[in-house]
């Protein structure tokens, strides 16, 4: 089972990719302007397709680049399901935006636990 939700985390860490992509390419031709901010973020966007693979053939090194993403996840808001933003499409500035955006975070510090407890039980070397 736990296996299984590596599979599901890399495939989560695809898709946060495709939603991304065009960001980082934009951000190359703005590179300039705030050089290390948009190297970071480059950097970021292109980690979501090594984790997004390794994970998925259940590689051990997925989870330390995973641990290496998590501050610039938080910081740049490129989050596991921050796809549930879009999904509900509210509006910016509302509550319900706000709890949503709450949501997420706490859904990403749940996917940090499993990672912790998949490294510890399966990866105990």
């Given at each position: 089972m736990k296996k299984n939700l590596l599979i599901a985390f890399g495939l989560l860490d695809l898709?946060?990719?495709?939603?991304?992509?065009?960001?980082?390419?934009?951000?190359?031709?703005?590179i300039e302007y705030f050089p290390i901010m948009s190297i970071l973020e480059i950097l970021l966007i292109v980690s979501l397709i090594v984790s997004g693979v390794l994970s998925?053939?259940?590689?051990?090194?997925?989870?330390?680049?995973?641990?290496?993403?998590?501050p610039l996840r938080l910081a740049f808001m490129i989050l596991t399901f921050g796809f549930l933003l879009k999904i509900f499409g509210l509006q910016y500035d509302s509550?319900?935006?706000?709890?949503?955006?709450?949501?997420?975070?706490?859904?990403?510090?749940?996917?940090?636990?499993?990672?912790?407890?998949i490294h510890k039980r399966i990866f105990r070397n």
């Open positions: 898709y946060s990719f495709f939603r991304t992509y065009k960001i980082g390419v934009s951000m190359l031709d703005s998925i053939l259940r590689k051990k090194i997925s989870l330390i680049i995973y641990y290496a993403q998590i509550i319900g935006y706000k709890i949503l955006v709450g949501i997420t975070f706490l859904l990403e510090i749940a996917r940090l636990t499993f990672t912790i407890m």
